[in-house]
């Protein structure tokens, strides 16, 4: 039986433990919150114990943690963790500061603890088909790459300070998606954006739409298009334009279902958003994590990809605030 | 906790016993099956007890029974299940026979238990979305239903005669849904079919190709084409068309990806055939039998409408071999 | 130059006058309609000079007609265009009357000029393309086809019986399409048929709902489906199936635009009707004339695929009305 | 009946005089080229008169010129057309160079002639809908655009540096789009472009592969990407997104005609190149010429649309030559 420490019993803590439970040899043996409410009603539900970072940690059964707790704790009980030689399972950010990122990197380093970072949508089926065909050499040589990624809509904005912002909230995903199938670094890094949506994002002095394009020391290029708000659903394309050809990887629908009718042929929009959208890759990253804690494979997505994606964030954002192209060292 | 027993530790067995899984308050108590080391095998897996159908019937825990055996054993279990008060899910077809089929579907009724039939297709997400919107009126007034509906390849030649050819055994489908679809009795059947695939199933006095026409008393219609081959995979595709429009229920694949090459642009086969096709439906089938079980709901297709899609693939069988419309009392 | 008779100023005359234009050295010399005023306004427009058919066929520089007055006038005009040695062009049908249709094709046997019959369907580019791929074996052995075939909404009432009903005026359409794609005669039709649109319709001894079965001598299959009124344009699809996969041609739309909104994504309907949908055909179709007219090519649908077309149409309309399979000699 | 003298005998100059050939008030009175064969060979076909631009420019009766002839004699007749008071219709770009474009737009302002640039993609159906589908607000507040525009393979690289490379020949219509459907003027340009098709068109200090960012005073953004080489064919998208949602213009096929087999499911590639895609551009657009002449309309791209279009591409090859973020005054 594998044993593991669930930091965090929210929304997507819950996503985990529903994905664990599939698992008849691993389980969620303790789940730690600071709210004692949430971790007990969790407990309850997933057989688990509530319990403290301490013990959990000190426990010799726990092999693994999944840190699915607030942004400002990840770092900490990162740290912590690799300290005491779990197996690591973070969401995304590790920290929105690079220097506090790098310490924690070290500790990960110094410690040889594995450690996955949840960049969940590297394990989505049809991105991750993508990425096969493009590493198969279906397109020939790579040269363009395009990704668009709008939300259905905006967060709260009084929370938005708290998530580091659009490039470091929500364009992370797009810019790790981005290194993923360039598989070069961009040095390179231009961005435009703007408060389209909502006034009181512009308020707080982040934006809501933006557009971004990454060069690589090769000279491919990449174009990414965020939006906070696509009345039509969550919109998750991706496209890879290469030497032989184009692969472009579509919108998931709840049905194929089409309707004719008068107005025209109506088919369904795209999945609400990345609950409904990702709920294969949480369960797929989740069965690397386990297979990384059994030693049989390592993360699809590391620390590392979570430091490069945030200094590609930084630089868009700088980008943004300068009007000047950005050069990754 | 609901005890169920199983009877058949086949492929389709494992199915269900997979999707009982999910339900922590639901377990395959036995397991029965004339092959001792595949119930074994499986009582092991599922963490099930090996038994025999009286020992099994007997229990009094067992509430629910799952009736996944061969089709020559399922009138002779049902009506011993209805006997011992159990709630019934069986596969179809009840038996090849109609009067068989009427003297059990006597018991079931004397006894008064409930009995679901294993008409998978209705619990499908799409095609079940697609009733829906029919019975909202999304396109008015239904006037005509065409069902195309092929397999990836036949069965083995041999094991045809036990299935009860191409009308009883795969068009069967397709005349519930169209049942299911019409909300009203077919009162005329005509069938033309060929050999056209593989001469060894015509030997055997069965056929490969098949079209049917359907039409109830207020004088809708209905076509079905079925083909026991179509290379590209398992085409499963429902469009029905009424006074104010058209719902077209499309195939399944695995992702939307697409490639653009030099050939033209290449998306996905449909998903091979009915264990991917229909692995939500299955999930969703057993979902509504538990709940039949807990008295909650009725099930979806009941052993009438295992009788009356019997009845129509027999008078569409005549039809294919006699060259006359078959009128349905 | 090439110098054509027109005979009937209807719309149909107008379309075959302006494509007639785009050839430079073919022109319609004379036009010939019942109705004067029609006739002159039409031979104003196109340069034409209005006379009456005995002048026209007498003119020994007119190499040509074209058909396009009403259906009854068809085949007194073909047999006199053949006795003066003309190249035929004439709209489908040939005549309601089978015993009419042979006397007409017995003269222009006797007199052997070149027939072309108005079956547009067979010149348009997708269906054109399909047949192609078709004969170059593309799919394989051909098993099945399917045809949808549904105007927008039904022509007046009261001028059903002169059109002689959706057999012989609508289906006989997709009949000739099907004995095109099947590449072999039907020897069995089997037709069922409603009225559910209009009660004037089925007052008049009419149907505008209708599914046929075709099937050949080696055990091909066809299904034909037909409305009178689709609500959102004219749907015209064909799918053949075989060996080797399947290929289908979809309905046109005025553009490739897609809307993505609140309520779905959102593309356009099928071109509105037939003068939309086929105008590429109906050019096409003249170029084959003329081509014919020069001795270069033959008619790809002639006076034999009229006769033919109406004989199975005949066949549908005795199999509605008598619910017998009928068997073509 | 409108004369029109057409300088230039060429492709392009080919493809006027046929859609001229469809209005029967207009004609090509003078063809004018450099090339006398090419010159008289025109003349014959069309029924025109070879002759020099002095007479043709003298001839009182020619109220408009076309000039489809080389980029570097744009200038000098529209100059010398504007002087004799034609309406004038020329191909893009004006001038590659903005001091003689100013020079010669002063010349088209002090005579007040209409002048019509050749920006043909306005005029293409499906884009023109989308354009006039935005201005009816339907996706409410514009605030993304997204331009897709790839070439099947590269002019002979000896031919780019007349061109003025891919921003000021190719990407310039992309540009016109961009200005055209953002209905306010970009005031920052970022470009970043690379060589990754031909190492020839590098070594003439040109790129084949190019991504821009544009952004408006008020915050709209547009992203184009561009390829000299796309394997599938000519790929020619739009997307435009807003506060209601987001329309998409995708590619035209030859026809809908899709095919399944083992392999997948095979649609057509885009159309070819432009003389196929825009076909009903080209069309469209000289109806505008012939309108403008007539006085009964105004040019949809006029000579102020090809001047700020070449000051966009100017801008973006500075961009992408100094790594700068270009502000447009």
Partial sequence: MINLC????????????ANVSQHPDVQIKFVVDVNQTAAEQFAKQ??????????ALADTTVTGVIIASSTDTHADLMIRSARAGKTIFCEKPIDL???????????????QVACALGFNRRFD??????????????????????????????????????TG??????????LDMA???????????????????????????????????????????CQISNSRQAVYGYDQRIEVFGSKGMLQANNNTATNL??????????????????ERYADAYKAEL?????????????????????????????????????KRITIN
Same sequence: chains 1, 2, 3, 4.
């Fill in 125 to 162: 089926p049809q991105f991750n088909q993508l990425h096969y065909q493009l590493q198969q050499g279906k397109i020939g040589e790579l040269q363009m790459v395009s990704i668009t990624s709008r939300d259905p809509s905006p967060p709260p904005a009084h929370i938005l300070p708290a």
């Fill in 258 to 275: 089409s309707f004719s009718g008068e107005q025209g042929v109506i088919t369904e929009k795209p999945l609400h958003f990345f609950l």
């Fill in 165 to 174: 912002g659009l490039f470091r909230d929500m364009m992370i995903h797009d």
């Fill in 179 to 221: 290194r993923w199938l360039l598989d070069e670094e961009p040095v390179e890094v231009f961005a435009s954006a703007s408060c389209l949506i909502d006034p009181a994002i512009g308020e707080l002095g982040d934006v809501d739409t933006a557009m971004v394009v990454l060069k690589t020391a090769s000279g491919k290029l």
């Fill in 6 to 17: 669930l930091f965090g019993a929210g929304r997507i803590g819950a996503i985990h433990a």
């Fill in 46 to 55: 997933y057989g688990a114990t509530v319990t403290d970072a301490n013990t």
């Fill in 97 to 111: 500061n690079i220097e506090r990122v790098k310490e924690c990197l070290k500790v990960i380093d110094d410690f």
């Fill in 287 to 323: 069965d690397n994590f386990i297979e990384t804690i059994r030693g049989t494979t390592n993360p699809l997505a590391n620390q590392q990809d979570g430091l490069k994606a945030l200094m590609l964030a930084d630089a868009a954002l700088e980008s943004a605030t300068t009007g």
